[in-house]
């Protein structure tokens, strides 16, 4: 069901690009090459016909996109992300062994004996 509403995700999204750049911003596109309002689909028509199309897709995909979201199918729940297993399997600082960091007397005076 998600593959499926995936690709009509993507057949949306490119018809509603192409009706996008149909239109002209100052409101002429399509419908300026259209001179007599005689013709079936006059100026204003299609400039109706543009917008509809237009809001339509847009409700359709967010509809199909907040469907996908919905049934994007749910894995195993056994299947921990990585973080989630080095959470769970984390040593407690407490637990650490101290490592002595202080340098035994007598060594580490800095001065270093040359024998004559």
């Not at 995700?9 to 750049?21: D, K, W």
């Not at 204003?44 to 409700?59: H, V």
């Amino acid at each position: 069901m998600y593959i499926l509403l995936s690709i009509l995700i993507l057949i949306v999204c490119v018809f509603l690009g192409l009706i996008v750049l149909i239109q002209n911003s100052k409101g002429g596109g399509l419908a300026a090459n259209f001179s007599a309002s005689t013709q079936i689909m006059g100026v204003r028509k299609t400039n109706d016909f543009l917008e509809k199309a237009t809001w339509t897709l847009a409700i359709a995909l967010l509809v199909l996109c907040i469907s996908a979201s919905l049934s994007i199918p749910k894995g195993d729940v056994s299947n921990r992300s990585v973080i989630e297993e080095q959470i769970q399997n984390a040593v407690d600082p407490s637990e650490i062994p101290q490592i002595p960091t202080a340098t035994p007397a007598g060594q580490g005076t800095g001065t270093t004996e040359v024998p004559q």
